[in-house]
């Protein structure tokens, strides 16, 4: 398996240009989300998913749009990209929801940097 | 509101020098606490998850333990290779499934 795969890795942007961020993974999650990860900030989730076909917004969702048509995919969509979304943005999932938390599983990050 | 607070910010410890990194959460219920470990440049790994206090889990020089309040990340005799940041994250029973992380503990060990 090659658990969470992210792409690209690095990625420069000019003000108001926008792009996708690509992930998927190959483990049959249910669940798969976004965060973003600033200094001092933490992890800080942007959306998040719960099968496909539903996604739903966490705690920084302005500026971003996902959606999730096949279990495999998550991408993350920037509108209009601003300097503000300068950040290291992880993919993550979790094999399923239920009563019971369960682990999330980490890509290896995009850094993206808008200019 | 939910919230989680770890402490400290960043720890340096000696090769040896045992010690406890903290995780304090207010939540209206917890599904799971998760500890993770992330390397400069990398996603973060998981390491243990909590469900009920009481409950420890142990890998290799790291012990977690929960109480109805925090959690704690033990770490005996470390060793430099386990020099990282530790994030903690909760799951709440909210009616929503989101994770709430911390903002990690930065630790050095010194050889």
């Known amino acids: 398996n090659a658990g969470v795969t992210q792409t690209p890795k690095f990625q420069v942007l000019k003000t108001g240009q926008s792009m996708t961020l690509q992930c998927a993974q190959d483990m049959n999650h249910e669940y798969m989300s976004w965060y973003r990860q600033d200094p001092g900030m933490g992890l800080r989730l942007i959306h998040y998913s719960v099968g496909a076909g539903i996604t739903d917004q966490g705690e920084v969702p302005n500026g971003y749009n996902v959606s999730r048509s096949t279990t495999e995919d998550f991408p993350l969509r920037l509108l209009s990209a601003a300097p503000s979304q300068t950040s290291v943005y992880f993919c993550?999932?979790?094999?399923?929801?239920?009563?019971?938390?369960?682990?999330?599983?980490f890509g290896p990050g995009t850094r993206l940097t808008v200019t | 509101e939910d919230q989680v607070t770890q402490s400290p910010e960043a720890l340096r410890l000696q090769e040896g020098e045992s010690s406890s990194l903290n995780c304090s959460y207010t939540?209206?219920?917890?599904?799971?606490l998760f500890w993770y470990r992330q390397d400069p440049g990398k996603g973060p790994e998981f390491l243990f998850t909590l469900y009920s206090a009481g409950e420890e889990k142990e890998k290799e020089r790291l012990k977690a333990t929960l109480t109805k309040k925090e959690s704690f990340l033990h770490i005996t005799a470390p060793k430099p290779e386990d020099s990282a940041t530790y994030l903690c994250?909760?799951?709440?029973?909210?009616?929503?499934?989101?994770?709430?992380f911390g903002t990690g503990t930065r630790l050095k060990v010194l050889a």
């Open positions: 993550a999932s979790s094999p399923r929801i239920g009563s019971l938390g369960y682990e999330q599983y």
């Open positions: 939540v209206s219920g917890l599904r799971g």
């Open positions: 994250a909760v799951q709440t029973t909210s009616g929503t499934y989101k994770y709430i």
